[in-house]
């Protein structure tokens, strides 16, 4: 079991950038991979990125592909979310997540550990 917070979340406009962290505690961090999902108001979770144990795969929605990038320093046990262009759509709270394994899914269901959430509001 590894522990998860997220910070860097905040208020932009339409068309800035935030970049997420995800920094993680308790068991070796580089043998997990690590997804971030967002849920917004009124919805359910959804998958944003996933990236795996050794950042040699990476996986994104299509709603977020070529403005979001998934990366790892496991030196410093933290995984971040990078976004650009962001769109008032993306508002959610994002969430990361983690599971011990040498794959990567996009289902919120296979993850076993989760972090409390941190809010992204783009204004139009």
């Known amino acids: 079991q590894v522990q998860l917070v997220e910070s860097g979340g905040g208020l932009v406009q339409a068309g800035g950038s935030l970049r997420l962290s995800c920094a993680a505690s308790?068991?070796?961090?580089?043998?997990?991979?690590v997804g971030w999902f967002r849920q917004g108001p009124g919805k359910e979770r959804e998958f944003v990125a996933a990236?795996?144990?050794?950042?040699?795969?990476?996986n994104y929605a299509d709603s977020v592909k070529g403005r979001f990038t998934i990366s790892r320093d496991n030196a410093k046990n933290t995984v971040f979310l990078q976004m650009n262009s962001l769109k008032p759509e993306d508002t959610a709270v994002y969430y990361c997540?983690?599971?011990?394994?040498?794959?990567?899914?996009?289902?919120?269901?296979?993850?076993?550990?989760w972090g409390q959430g941190t809010q992204v509001t783009v204004s139009s």
């Open positions: 308790g068991r070796t961090f580089s043998s997990y991979a």
């Open positions: 997540a983690a599971k011990y394994s040498t794959t990567v899914m996009v289902i919120p269901a296979w993850y076993d550990d």
């Open positions: 990236v795996d144990w050794a950042a040699g795969s990476t």
